[in-house]
């Protein structure tokens, strides 16, 4: 079980409710600062889950295709994961593709090839 705490928002909460009036706006963009801040955190934490499970996925793929006396590597696959990333997210799409790729081939740090 995940327990999630939410005491920067309750302090800033409780900063709102004791505050004169002509400070409230900016007490609210703080607060919306805070609560941007922590979406942001999740996705961060969303994306390196999804980078780890794609790094998984990958070197089993692989294995499979070495155990099967293929190469382990196929560039038309990687073609093609290259092409639909350039489609979504321009060449920026292109370096992270073939950042993901570089990590199948490498692994994660501290886990081994
Ligand atoms: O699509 C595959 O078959 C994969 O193994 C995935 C992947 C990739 O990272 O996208 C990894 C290695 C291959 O050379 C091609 C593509």
């Not at 038309?76 to 993901?100: K, P, Y």
Request: glycine share 10%; charged share 30%; proline share 4%.
């Amino acid at each position: 079980m995940t327990i999630t705490t939410h005491a920067p928002f309750e302090a800033k909460i409780d900063e709102i409710d004791a505050a004169p009036i002509d400070a409230l706006e900016s007490l609210s963009d703080e607060l919306d600062q805070l609560m941007m801040r922590e979406e942001i955190d999740h996705l961060d934490a969303q994306i390196v889950a999804l980078v780890r499970r794609r790094v998984e996925i990958t070197r089993r793929a692989g294995l499979a295709r070495v155990g099967a006396g293929l190469p382990e590597v196929t560039r038309h696959a990687e073609m093609g994961v290259l092409r639909r990333f350039e489609a979504q997210l321009g060449r920026d799409g292109v370096s992270l593709g073939m950042l993901l790729i570089r990590l199948g081939r490498t692994g994660l740090p501290g886990r081994g090839k």
